[in-house]
């Protein structure tokens, strides 16, 4: 399934608030965006890539910049409060590439203090890597959970008035709904 923004020019639309009194000022609308990383990673390859001849660095992804393009090209006035960012982390011991390469490019995200990374360790196979059984791969295990579990913590607590959950796991469809039902309230 392929997603495609609309492209969306507009000019200040907040018709230069900043100029106005504070008490006169228009509320912007608070946005967190809620990213499924490896999902998210995956979906790009998959729309963007050759999986079989491009480097595994092909696909990545830069959340803020997202989560600000988001905002930005939205006709109406908003604020990117808060990215969040779900991964798995990859084990030191049975996996050391990979985790550095995880922990730089956590390292990298964070730096900004508007992005949060929430990561789990993944869970291994017996043997990995040397002897692990055919067709079993590492797996996340809670991360969908813990976006889920936040997705609708936050919105109940109120932090957020838009909320933007980027994936396509449809388990993640439970804590959409209620957090849509909220609204209605």
């Known amino acids: 399934m392929k997603v495609i923004l609309p492209v969306v020019q507009f000019t200040n639309c907040t018709g230069g608030d900043y100029l106005r009194p504070k008490a006169e000022r228009v509320r912007l609308a608070q946005v967190v965006l809620f990213i499924d990383y490896q999902n998210t990673y995956r979906a790009t390859r998959a729309c963007f890539h050759d999986h079989a001849t491009d480097p595994a660095q092909f696909g990545q992804i830069w959340p803020l910049s997202i989560g600000q ?94 909320g933007i959950l980027m994936s396509l796991d449809t388990d993640l469809i439970p804590a959409l709904e209620f957090v849509h039902n909220l609204g209605q309230a």
Do not use: C, M
């Open 69 to 162: 393009v988001l905002v930005n090209r939205s006709p109406f006035p908003r604020e990117l409060s808060e990215v969040r960012v779900y991964r798995g982390l990859p084990s030191s011991h049975r996996d050391p590439k990979a985790y550095g390469a995880a922990r730089r490019q956590n390292a990298a995200w964070t730096r900004d203090p508007e992005v949060h990374v929430i990561s789990r360790p993944i869970r291994y196979p017996p043997g990995y890597p040397t002897t692990h059984a055919i067709g079993q791969k590492p797996t996340e295990k809670g991360i969908d959970v813990s976006l889920a579990v936040d997705f609708v913590t936050l919105a109940v607590q109120g932090k957020y008035d838009i």
